[in-house]
């Protein structure tokens, strides 16, 4: 909704209150500030009535009418925040209910402008407390309660879009942690595996050179049977040569002498 539904400061709001018969010399030079910032507030020079103004609440910082109109020139200015302060600043115990209500009003305005839906509420109420025929009073407190349940309404929106968020977040966290997780598994399994196929393929390796050897021993003598073998060469050569000895000596043996 456009703020600038709400009714404006009119200068018939602002009263740009003149501070009329007074002897005092003081009194007077404070007059002539205000009635100077006033002139200069009328031709639209805001930041020139802003000095005026100022300057006669240096010599009475106790003005209120000074304090009331300063805070108007901060406005227009769209200076919201000074504004403030200086219509807070009214001292209402020592102003008329009407100019309290306009500054309570004002002050209202500019809580408005700066979206303080809430202080804004509070303003109006303490305008219509001392004026409570104000219809622009009225006006703004119902259109400053419309914007707070709005305000109320999008800042609740926003926090269970953010709350959304965040369980959107972490659950595609969770998921990518999941799938890390299997993914590592699916490794480790992979890995496992393939140590399992390199420790079978080893094994078999060494079944084989062992299978290998073993087929090699077979066909070795132990040195026991080598020795054995090798004494019945030995025994079975003494008799051959036993029968070779023999032989000779039965050729070479002499004839009797007839």
Known sequence: MNANIFKNISLATFVLLIIF?????????????IKKGNSLYKDSKYKDAEVQYRKALELDPNSNIAKFNLGTAYYKQGNFQEAMKSFDAVDQNNFDKKNLASAYY??????LQSKNYKESIDA???ALA?????????????YARRM?????????QQKQEQKNNQDKNKQQQNQQQNQQQNQQQQNNKQNQQQDNKNQQQQDNKNQQKENKEQGQDKNK??????????????NEEKKVQKKIKAKVAEKGKLEKNW
């Open 21 to 33: 018969s007074s002897t005092n010399l003081f009194a007077e030079k404070v007059e002539d500030y």
């Open 106 to 111: 004002n002050l209202g305005n500019s809580y």
């Open 124 to 126: 109006y109420k303490k």
């Open 130 to 142: 001392n004026n409570p025929k104000d219809y622009d009073a009225k006006y703004n407190l119902e």
């Open 148 to 156: 707070l349940q709005e305000q109320q309404q999008q800042n609740q």
């Open 221 to 234: 003598i132990s040195k026991k049977d080598a020795e054995r073998i090798l004494q019945a060469l030995m």
